[in-house]
């Protein structure tokens, strides 16, 4: 079955400490992207990667930092820099340049920062 | 800057009758719109979407109408059953020469009622 996974589903963190949270596609789309949900605001986009090798900051990149070695594989690491990492983070991928295609979502992971 | 809105918060709609999702955009360079659906802990499934260029597409119980004069568009779901309750995102997307990332509104919460 084609799809994307985010691992894990729930992580906890000590403040000051990084952690890298996993996504991993087997769709061969070109096209990754990290996205923040927070309670009462949509999903904020923390960085997008359309082809190996490279990526872009999104509009909340701040604190964050991802790479892009393999097609399949996007990993977000959330560094102590993040004021307030607490949050749903919810991996993406689509196929890259199709006009209007859609995102498909992974399952999420609940970060809590204790 | 919130480019794209969605001004309710939530919205109660018996099973059967028609629910009307809405949303406003301010950026008029946006080429396409999308809506997902979103469950608790899980990642956003997309449902319908629609070119600039058109002002309606249909899909099933699923209708989304554009509105580009007024920067306006909504999701009609009829009948409307009680699957159907769940976080509606609507979502833009401009197509620039190496980017197509989305720009998500903050999400209306439908409940349908029995």
């Known amino acids: 079955d084609g799809g994307i996974t985010q691992s894990p589903k729930y992580l906890f963190r000590k403040e000051g400490q990084n952690v890298t949270l996993s996504c991993e596609q087997n769709?061969?789309?070109?096209?990754m992207y990290w996205y923040r949900q927070d309670p009462g605001q949509g999903l904020r986009l923390i960085y997008y990667s359309q082809i190996v090798n490279d990526f872009q900051k999104g509009d909340i990149a701040e604190g964050y930092s991802v790479s892009r070695e393999k097609k399949e594989s996007f990993p977000l690491t959330v560094t102590s820099a993040q004021k307030n990492p607490t949050a749903f983070y919810l991996c993406?991928?689509?196929?890259?340049?199709?006009?209007?295609?859609?995102?498909?979502f992974g399952q999420g992971t609940r970060l809590t920062v204790v | 800057d919130q480019q794209v809105k969605q001004n309710s918060p939530s919205l109660s709609v018996q099973e059967g009758r028609i629910s009307i999702l809405n949303c406003d955009y301010t950026?008029?360079?946006?080429?396409?719109f999308l809506w997902y659906k979103k469950y608790p802990a899980e990642g956003p499934t997309f449902l319908i979407s629609?070119?600039?260029?058109?002002d309606k597409n249909e899909d099933g119980r699923f209708t989304v109408f554009l509105n580009k004069s007024a920067k306006h568009l909504s999701l009609h779901i009829v009948p409307s059953q009680p699957g159907d309750s769940a976080v509606y995102f609507c979502?833009?997307?401009?197509?620039?020469?190496?980017?197509?990332?989305?720009?998500f509104g903050t999400g209306t919460r439908l409940q349908v009622t029995l």
């Open positions: 769709l061969n789309h070109d096209a």
């Open positions: 629609i070119s600039s260029i058109k």
């Open positions: 950026n008029s360079m946006f080429d396409y």
């Open positions: 993406a991928s689509s196929i890259g340049w199709t006009r209007g295609e859609e995102a498909f």
């Open positions: 979502a833009a997307q401009r197509l620039t020469g190496t980017a197509s990332k989305l720009t």
